[in-house]
């Protein structure tokens, strides 16, 4: 796959958007302040989430010639899984369960969870951006 062919800098962008917001968090000590860091965190995660899922999907189709139907979400995540380019397939459900509950419903709870897992998710996608970086090196 040519580099040119996947383009990794939206997800890269998103990706340390999202670590400088979440350790900006974790770092605030004003309690009405980190609340808005917090929301900015959410939408940060979703963002890098989607955009995540989106990067999966153009490679699986571009490199191994997978349709639409192919790649339901489940299948992104196992076939991503299977070549070594995400660490935890039940990270990535997780991801996108949390994604789906705020899609549909913003309570605390749900935020309060979202929160929980951004250090994991980073992580991961971490994982991701340098697994795909490596292929898109080798060619």
Known sequence: MKKSELNLNILK?????LKEC???YLSQKDTKIKEYIKDSCIKRF???YETSKKIM???LKKEFDKTEQDLSINNIFRQMYGLNLIENFENWVDYREKRNDTSHEY????S????EIIP???KDVEYLI???EQILTDD
Do not use: R, V
């Not at 962008?13 to 958007?17: D, L, V």
């Not at 309570?107 to 749900?110: D, H, I, P, T, V």
């Not at 309060?112 to 929160?115: E, S, V």
């Open 112 to 115: 309060n969870a979202i929160l």
């Open 22 to 24: 979440y350790m900006d």
């Open 107 to 110: 309570s605390q709870a749900k």
């Open 13 to 17: 962008n998103s990706f340390e958007t």
């Open 46 to 48: 979703e963002y890098t």
């Open 130 to 132: 340098n697994g795909l």
């Open 120 to 122: 994991n998710f980073i």
């Open 57 to 59: 999907n153009k490679y």
